[in-house]
């Protein structure tokens, strides 16, 4: 039971450059989440996804797409780089029921030049 | 839409120091608290969380908080800290089908 996976974990980009991180889980669960974590301002949501075919936008969507095309995948896609881009990246997956309860990826660092 | 904050960025604190961290969450009604905790270079863990009932809450590794309603609170607390737990500390509370994180807060203990 992986719980949660991310690919890559490292990554350097440079400006106008596109590319996808890839987020797995196998725990079956309903709903995933993309955040991004920068120094001094937690957490904050990019996307998310109540069920398969579904997304959301969260507080900071612009720049980033994302698609959820089976249960168990969902991509984070960058069109075009910018370096206010540049950020750690999680993922994470939860169950309706518990939707505070979110198990968390391990992460992938990205630089954006 | 709910939001929280957290007071303290940056904590120092000796080895055996009590530990409370702040949180306020905005707005009354049914609410879920939570706190994540991510270690140096590791992924956010859930330390605990509150859904309804007993206002203290118990979680991993000594750690507990109390949701006082009145106050909009939900503080993290620690009798007597130890090097292992330096580590970032975040509140979170529930929006619906998402969490609204704080800023977080940088606890570092020293021996």
């Known amino acids: 039971n992986a719980g949660v996976t991310q690919t890559p974990k490292f990554r350097v980009l440079k400006t106008g450059q596109s590319m996808t991180l890839l987020c797995a889980q196998d725990?079956?669960?309903?709903?995933m989440y993309w955040y991004r974590q920068d120094p001094g301002m937690g957490l904050r949501l990019i996307h998310y996804?109540?069920?398969?075919?579904?997304?959301a936008k969260g507080e900071v969507p612009d720049g980033y797409n994302v698609s959820r095309l089976k249960k168990q995948n969902f991509l984070l896609g960058l069109e075009s780089a910018a370096p206010s881009q540049t950020s750690v990246y999680f993922c994470?997956?939860?169950?309706?029921?518990?939707?505070?309860?979110?198990?968390f990826g391990p992460g992938t660092r990205l630089t954006v030049l | 839409a709910q939001s929280v904050s957290q007071h303290n960025h940056h904590v120092i604190l000796s080895e055996a120091a009590s530990l409370e961290l702040g949180c306020n969450y905005s707005?009354?009604?049914?609410?879920?608290l939570f706190w994540y905790v991510q270690y140096p270079g590791q992924h956010l863990q859930l330390l605990l969380k509150y859904f309804s009932g007993d206002p203290l809450v118990k979680g991993i590794k000594g750690f507990e908080a109390e949701f006082i309603k009145s106050k909009f609170s939900f503080n993290l607390r620690k009798p007597s800290v130890q090097w292992s737990d330096t580590a970032e500390y975040f509140c979170a509370v529930r929006d619906t089908d998402k969490l609204i994180f704080g800023t977080g807060t940088r606890l570092q203990v020293f021996p």
């Open positions: 725990m079956n669960h309903e709903y």
């Open positions: 994470a997956s939860s169950t309706p029921g518990l939707a505070g309860t979110q198990y």
């Open positions: 707005y009354g009604g049914t609410v879920n």
């Open positions: 996804s109540v069920g398969e075919g579904t997304t």
